[in-house]
């Protein structure tokens, strides 16, 4: 069984180890050092530049941090329910249920329901990650954060 350069993935020669030339060694070395922290990043929230004081760091203040948990836990509760739907219609469908209309307004107080649920359920996820359910705040002011196209 023959060893390969680590880099060109060439046979290497029997006085080598790892990299069949000092070419190779050097490229080999220079892919797998560590990257240079940039000196401005794009926040991922916000998409305003700033700059990072770690390596992980992707959000820009706390603010934008909030938001992101916010916005993490209002499509959490909305693939939940979707998801619980998708798995009950089939078992509704093969038992040969059918759902009784409702009038519009039942229909109004179950999605008022729902909602309150919803925002609950969302309140106490952010609580449990110890982050205030209020919307987040910049100099005392609340930040919304607005999507194009919705």
């Known amino acids: 069984m023959t060893r390969k350069c680590k880099t060109c993935s060439a046979a290497l020669p ?8 000092d070419e190779c060694a050097r490229q080999g070395l220079n892919t797998r050092r560590r990257k240079r922290t940039p000196r401005r990043r794009k926040c991922e929230c916000c ?14 203040s706390a603010a934008c941090r909030q938001a992101m948990v916010r916005d993490r836990a209002k499509n959490y509760t909305m693939d939940v329910r979707s998801a619980h739907a998708v798995r009950l219609n089939p078992f ?27 925002r609950e359920a969302r309140d106490n996820f ?25």
């Open 47 to 60: 998409k305003g530049l700033f700059r990072p004081t770690r390596k992980g760091h992707v959000i820009c």
């Open 14 to 21: 029997a006085s080598r180890r790892r990299f069949c030339s």
């Open 92 to 118: 509704l469908k093969r038992w040969g249920c059918k759902l009784l209309p409702l009038s519009r307004e039942a229909k109004l107080a179950v999605k008022r329901e729902q909602r309150a649920a919803d």
């Open 126 to 150: 952010l609580k449990t990650a110890d982050l205030d359910p209020r919307p987040a705040r910049k100099n005392g002011q609340a930040v919304f954060r607005h999507t194009k196209g919705n």
